[in-house]
C-alpha cells in the first residue's frame, strides 16, 4: 500500500464542537481498544532516568494520557488546541504549533500524531527530536489487516471517525520506514519497532549517548 497523507474531519473542527467530542471519545475507545495508552506507559517508566529529565507530549489532544505520562515527571503538553479544562495546575501546556515549538526533555510521546505528516514535515519533527534522550511513539500500521479491522470498528464510532480512521491507516507506517523519514541516524539512536495485531506499530528511539537504558531492554 502506497502511504497517502489526506486531510481527517477532526482537525479542522472547534474543540466544543459536538462532532469532535463525539470522535474524541471515540478515539478514547480505539485507543483502549488498541492498548496504545497502556503500552506507551509501561515504556516510559522503564525509562525513569530520562522521565525525570521531563516528558513531552506532542498532540496532547484531550491530556487524557498526559496526565497519566505526569506521574513519572515533569509533563508538558504541546497541541494547537487550548489547555484541557481540569488538567492539573502543575502539568504545562503549551497551545503551539510543534513547528515552533522549541520544548525538549528526557522523553517525547506521540500517540497517533505523526502520521497525518508528509514526508518534508516529518523531517522537520525528525530534527526536532535531536532536543529529546527517548521519543516513544504509537501509529497507525499501514496495512489492509488494519483497514480490515476498521471497518469492523465502523458501526461502533461516528461520522468523523469512520471517515478518519482508514485515513489515518492509508497515512501510517510500514515496518521499518519511520525513522527514515525522520531522519534519525542508526548511529545516534537506537530504535525498535513492533507490530501489533490490533492495526498499531509501536515505536520506540533512544540516544546511544545518553546513559540509562531501559530496565527491561525490550520493545
Known sequence: MRRVVEPEILDDLPTDDPE????????????????????????VAEMPDRARSGIV???????DLLRRLAGFGPAIGVDRATRPDGLPAEIGWRREDVFHD????????????????????????????????AVVAVEP?????????????????????????????????????LAGLLGLDADDWEISEQLDGRGGLRWLARRRDVPGGMVEGRC
Do not use: K
Open 141 to 177: 500500521w499501514r496495512s489492509r489487516l488494519a483497514l480490515g479491522l476498521g471497518g469492523l470498528m465502523a458501526p461502533f464510532v461516528g461520522r468523523v471517525t469512520r471517515h478518519d480512521m482508514p485515513v489515518s491507516i492509508r497515512a501510517g507506517f510500514r515496518r521499518g520506514e
Open 102 to 133: 522549541q520544548t525538549s526533555g528526557g522523553v517525547l510521546v506521540t500517540n497517533l500524531f505523526l502520521h497525518h505528516f508528509e514526508a518534508d514535515a516529518l523531517r522537520s519533527l525528525g530534527e526536532r527530536m535531536s532536543g529529546f534522550d
Open 57 to 63: 507530549e506532542w498532540g496532547a489532544g484531550s491530556g
Open 20 to 43: 469532535a467530542q463525539s470522535a474524541r471519545a471515540d478515539l478514547r475507545l480505539l485507543n483502549f481498544l488498541m492498548g496504545n495508552d497502556r503500552w506507551i506507559l509501561r515504556r
